[in-house]
């Protein structure tokens, strides 16, 4: 059965520091994974998705994730925080039964 | 173009008592999916709608129901509420494209179960 598994549920970094947000996967197929976001009181948000095709998906906001089929990963990372990023972080992947399986969630914190 | 919305916000139910939660879907999408996130977890999978048919379910018990209207709307009904009901209930609508597709979320309802 496909889950994911995310690893920190909180991670703190500074501002213009290196944002990584690690998530492991669990499928016994190709896998299609996907990165959502939640700001406070609200919805998810989709940041990006990784289908077919090349390992290494930018999406919005400055964030990038690279598909590892060797290390079952699809690590979250942006090269330099900002103070708006501050949110709940979602990885997920899409199950058998028209489902997304998501993980619990990291909470991310950005100091000044 | 119209996002997803839900109502109510919030709410506050007795166990045992009955809600509805309401969602309207993203102009052209025809798909709606309900989730149960409890607070500190991530989103669990209640049910998919397409076509007013359900299109998969979750691991939720008989007393969470739901409908799709023709215009794509949808409702999670829920029974003989208990209190781990307590949760952000998020609607989500999409196009079906067997799950490579982008899910589009409301803010959700809020519900309190005492």
């Known amino acids: 059965a496909q889950s994911v598994t995310q690893l920190g549920s909180h991670v703190s970094v500074s501002e213009g520091a290196l944002v990584l947000l690690r998530c492991n996967y669990s499928s016994s197929v190709p896998p299609y994974l996907f990165w959502y976001v939640q700001y406070p009181n609200q919805g998810l948000q989709l940041l990006l998705k990784y289908t077919t095709g090349a390992t290494l998906v930018k999406g919005i906001n400055g964030f990038e994730a690279e598909f590892k089929k060797s290390e079952t990963s699809f690590h979250l990372t942006k090269p330099s925080a900002h103070m708006s990023d501050a949110a709940e972080y979602f990885c997920?992947?899409?199950?058998?039964?028209?489902?997304?399986?998501f993980g619990a969630g990291t909470r991310l914190t950005v100091k000044p | 173009e119209t996002g997803v919305t839900q109502s109510p916000t919030h709410l506050i139910k007795t166990r045992g008592q009955q809600v509805t939660l309401r969602c309207s879907s993203q102009?052209?999408?025809?798909?709606v999916s309900w989730y149960q996130q409890a607070l500190g977890q991530g989103p669990q999978f209640i049910f998919q709608y397409y076509r007013e048919e359900e299109n998969g379910r979750g691991n939720f018990p008989p007393r969470f129901s739901g409908l799709q209207f023709p215009n794509y709307s949808s409702e999670l009904n829920v029974n003989a509420l208990e209190l781990d009901d307590s949760a952000l209930y998020l609607c989500?609508?999409?196009?079906?494209?067997?799950?490579?597709?982008?899910?589009?979320f409301g803010e959700g309802s809020r519900l309190t179960v005492l």
């Open positions: 997920a992947v899409s199950g058998h039964n028209n489902d997304m399986r």
């Open positions: 989500a609508s999409s196009l079906p494209t067997k799950n490579t597709g982008e899910l589009f």
């Open positions: 102009s052209g999408h025809n798909t």
